[in-house]
């Protein structure tokens, strides 16, 4: 059973960096998309970020440029880097490993989190 935790948030002002970084307990299969999402209030959840099996990368387009993925297998570990925060960027940030599978991570990331079994409880990242 794989049990995933958030930590990194925090209250930054605009411009400012967050690193957040998904630590599992359990084993996380190296097919596994690992990514990112996000809520605000009176918003439906979107993807940020994902990382699949082959170490590719998507990102939502608002974000590419100031916001990276990354992982470390070994330690059952995966983050998200972002840089230059914005207003905008304030939510409820989520990280999610999705079940095997081959998909790439630009398919895992437009499953917008449908294809995703494994969900950490949310770290709040708050940009004034």
């Known amino acids: 059973h794989v049990q995933l935790v958030e930590s990194g948030g925090g209250s930054v002002q605009a411009g400012g960096s967050l690193r957040l970084t998904c630590t599992a307990s359990?084993?996380?299969?190296?097919?596994?998309?690992l990514g990112w999402f996000r809520q605000a209030p009176g918003k439906e959840r979107e993807g940020v970020a994902v990382?699949?099996?082959?170490?590719?990368?998507s990102y939502k387009e608002s974000e590419e440029g100031r916001v990276t993925i990354s992982k470390d297998n070994a330690e059952n570990t995966f983050y998200l880097q972002m840089d230059n925060l914005k207003p905008d960027d304030t939510a409820t940030y989520y990280c999610?490993?999705?079940?095997?599978?081959?998909?790439?991570?630009?398919?895992?990331?437009?499953?917008?989190?449908?294809?995703?079994?494994?969900w950490g409880q949310g770290t709040q990242v708050t940009v004034s």
């Open positions: 999610a490993a999705n079940a095997p599978s081959l998909m790439t991570a630009s398919q895992c990331l437009e499953t917008g989190g449908s294809d995703f079994a494994h």
């Open positions: 359990g084993y996380i299969y190296a097919s596994y998309c």
């Open positions: 990382i699949d099996s082959n170490l590719g990368t």
